[in-house]
């Protein structure tokens, strides 16, 4: 069995929010006590309702957050042991708004030249032929390598933010909503082309998304997040199929399909809002909306324990939802 590209172990990521003069500090739990990977050519799906820590997670990974706790190993390295460009070299990220992720000051040419130079490629004939490669990669024409942002479409401007984190050559790539901000006719192409990059260059993706239809037709595992914890983990089809997290279910029972997953009721639907992170509910964290809250839910938080082979859920009822 492959060795993990990337492994976290019992990562959080707390801020501080407040202070003495404005009623006192409170702790904001945005990650807390995550523990999963994902292997080399493998795309992992993290999903989950705003607020749930995705992004916090994927900025931590990227060393661009410190950990409160826990350890994050990248590529048989402790991060904390990597220098930043030496990071950057293994995990890049494709960000939600292709609109806002482009310098509108930079060519096409110099958004993708700079990282080269940044990381040390100095030869010019390298340089070039390195950019005019990666935006044939992408779906770019030569011409367009002279053109700024704004000459662009929205599904152009995302293949640009494609051909930036690729051109360093990473191992991991970190897709945070990479379609949810495009067009719907071109969201398919965007996502088609993610994953022929995929096949071709052998990467690892941790596809961050609310569409689940996405999650599902990329991804090969899919880990559910909640108020800063993986409530479910396991292989798509185990997730998708036989969901065993009252809040996996609700997710899925959300989808706007009226013959999507029939087995999926829906009373299975969450009930209220997402809680505050700053003030978390005690035992489970879903109890509030659970449509199967008993006493045991309120005084004890269920661990994260399998289910079957290659999937686990967190939930004092694992073994009786199906």
Known sequence: MAEPLLALDDLAVHFKVGS???????TLKAVDGVTLDVKPGECLGLV??????KS????????????????I??????????????????VQMIFQDPYASLNPRQTVRRTLADPLRIHGVTDRAEVEARVVDIMAKVGLRPEHADRYPHEFSGGQRQRIGIARALILKPKLVICDEPVSALDVSIRAQIINLLLELKDELGLAYIMISHDLGVVEHVSDRVAVMYLGRIVEQGG????FENPRHPYTRALIAAIPDPFH????????????????????PPGCHFHPRCPLKADICVSQDPPLEPVAAGHRAACHFRDRIG
């Open 73 to 90: 190993a990248l590529d048989g390295r402790d991060l904390a042991q990597r220098g930043r460009l030496e990071t950057a070299r293994t």
């Open 48 to 53: 989950g309702e705003s607020g749930c820590g």
């Open 20 to 26: 003495a003069l404005a009623g006192g500090v409170h």
């Open 56 to 71: 916090t997670l994927a900025l931590a990974i990227m060393g661009l957050i410190p950990p409160t706790r826990g350890h």
């Open 261 to 280: 997953r029939a087995a999926v009721s829906a009373r299975a639907k969450a009930r209220g809002e997402v809680p505050s992170a700053l003030d978390p």
């Open 236 to 239: 798509w089809q185990e997730i």
